[in-house]
């Protein structure tokens, strides 16, 4: 799964200046152990999407263009990589 960030982050450089950069997150699909869906109480048409990894470590996503389908594409991916791990 890869995702990039719509807004940058601040951080010091080495010669003390802060920069902004935009980042990217890759996390195998062999490395999700699970993909949970959420929404925002307050604002209902907030939906995120919380990736756990196997060594649990948990990512918050959200800004999809189509949420829901992304969410499942993404269950679909992790159980078709769980099953040829298990084969």
């Known amino acids: 799964m890869d995702n990039s960030s719509e807004r940058s982050i601040k951080l010091s450089s080495p010669n003390g200046e802060l920069v902004r950069i935009h980042y990217k997150v890759s996390i195998p699909l062999r490395k ?18 919380e990736i756990v990894t196997v060594d649990n470590f948990n990512f918050w996503f959200m800004g999809f263009l189509n949420y829901q389908k992304a969410f499942s594409y993404l269950q679909q991916a992790i159980s078709e990589v769980k099953n040829t791990l298990q084969n």
Do not use: D, E, F
């Not at 109480?41 to 939906?47: F, G, H, L, R």
């Open 32 to 49: 999700i152990k699970r993909a949970n869906q959420s929404r925002n109480v307050k604002n209902p048409s907030q939906k995120y999407m």
